[in-house]
Nanobody, 122 residues
Framework: QVQLVESGGGLVQPGGSLRLSCAAS????????MGWYRQAPGKRRELVAL???????TYTDSVKGRFTISEDDAKNTVYLQMSGLKPEDSAVYSC????????????????WGQGTQVTVSS
């Protein structure tokens, strides 16, 4: 089995910075993509940032220029560096990954982290 463990959420003032991390562990054969989603109360879950196996990145328009997604292959860990945080960034941020396990290396499964709360408030 594969697990995703997130950390780094918390309370930060507007304009502040925060770095989220998500470490994948278990019987990993390969990671096809890792990304971050967020969901605020009363709103739909949205993709925030995605990094594919070829290291191409995708961001939702509202975070471009402020957020940076990166990946440490040796640690099977993805990071989301957030700067210039705004109150509207407040949400539960969840790590998502498409991973092929050693048990079935030809099929990528979806995995989710437990979610971490990010609150931007003065």
């Amino acid at each position: 089995q594969v697990q995703l463990v997130e950390s780094g959420g918390g309370l930060v003032q507007p304009g502040g910075s925060l770095r989220l991390s998500c470490a994948a562990s278990g019987s990993i054969f390969s990671i096809d993509a890792m990304g971050w989603y967020r969901q605020a109360p009363g709103k739909r879950r949205e993709l925030v940032a995605l990094i594919a196996s070829d290291k191409t990145t995708t961001y939702t328009d509202s975070v471009k220029g402020r957020f940076t997604i990166s990946e440490d292959d040796a640690k099977n860990t993805v990071y989301l560096q957030m700067s210039g945080l705004k109150p509207e960034d407040s949400a539960v941020y969840s790590c998502h990954a498409q991973i092929k396990s050693t048990d079935r290396p030809l099929w990528a499964d979806d995995y989710w982290g437990q979610g971490t709360q990010v609150t931007v408030s003065s």
